[in-house]
């Protein structure tokens, strides 16, 4: 009994130390032949391919892929020591995502691949706005680019020129409004988003449409006037009520 067990140990220590000689020999991974996170550019259209492989490892390893944070389906074949994957076609919404393989067995072993995808400006936005004299005017245009273009706003094929506390701009990567305060008839025309990058120019139309100011309705001075009119009406009512009794009484009956 004593020798079996000492036989064991000798056993399990050669386990221990296998298992620390294949982390001893730098197992690592390697994507498109970048074994560090990296960016990867590319345009809209055209498939992107992604090869990961094993390195320093003398068994056979289980690859897994990941798109952000969720598990991408592999077949059986394209597993292991290599896996590929391809991202066709590409488009806007692939901009910014992470493509990650991991060790099936130590998911801390990993290399990260950031798309940057890059297109030209796509514009949208609601064409033609109806305001009212002397109210406020949105102009939104929306704007998509990788990278983001320069924006710029032109009124009837000029450069806009902005006039403090009437005109106002405001921009985020996606979004490039104009407000116009109280607007004036002089503000009525065709104003034109222009957003330039360096993979092309883009434009859009807005037409402001400036309408007459409506007449405002003066609410409470007729109600006023009608609770005058009515207030009259009741108590000119109660003022001739016997007259209107004696007018609606019926006539005694006589007798003969």
Request: hydrophobic share 35%.
């Amino acid at each position: 009994m004593v020798q079996r067990r000492s036989l064991a140990a000798p056993y399990g220590a050669v386990c221990a130390i296998s298992f620390l000689a294949c982390v001893a020999t730098g197992l690592e991974l390697s994507v498109n032949n970048q074994a560090a996170d990296f960016t990867l550019s590319a345009e809209l259209g055209p498939a992107i391919s992604l090869s990961c492989l094993v390195h320093n490892s003398s068994q056979a390893e289980e690859l897994l892929w990941y798109r952000g944070d969720g598990q991408v389906g592999l077949s059986e074949g394209n597993k292991v020591n290599v896996s590929n994957i391809c991202i066709s076609p590409v488009n806007e919404s692939d901009n910014g995502v992470t493509f990650t393989c991991r060790l099936a067995r130590d998911k801390s072993v990993q290399v990260s691949v950031i798309l940057d995808i890059q297109f030209p400006p796509r514009l949208s936005g609601e064409e033609t706005l109806h305001v009212e004299e002397e109210k406020d005017a949105t102009l939104t245009c929306n704007s998509k680019s990788n990278p983001q273009g320069q924006s710029t706003w032109y009124k009837d094929n000029h450069t806009l020129t902005l006039q403090q506390s009437h005109h106002e701009l405001f921009q985020t990567s996606e979004i490039f409004q104009l407000s116009i305060r109280k607007v004036q008839k002089s503000d009525n025309g065709t104003y034109t988003c222009v957003v330039d990058s360096p993979l092309g120019k883009r434009t859009r139309d807005f037409h402001l449409i400036v309408e007459d100011k409506k007449p405002v309705f003066p609410t409470e001075a007729v109600i006023a006037a009608v609770v005058v009119v009515t207030l009259t009406i009741f108590f000119g009512i109660v003022a001739r009520r016997d007259k209107l009794f004696k007018c609606f009484k019926k006539p005694r009956e006589t007798t003969l």
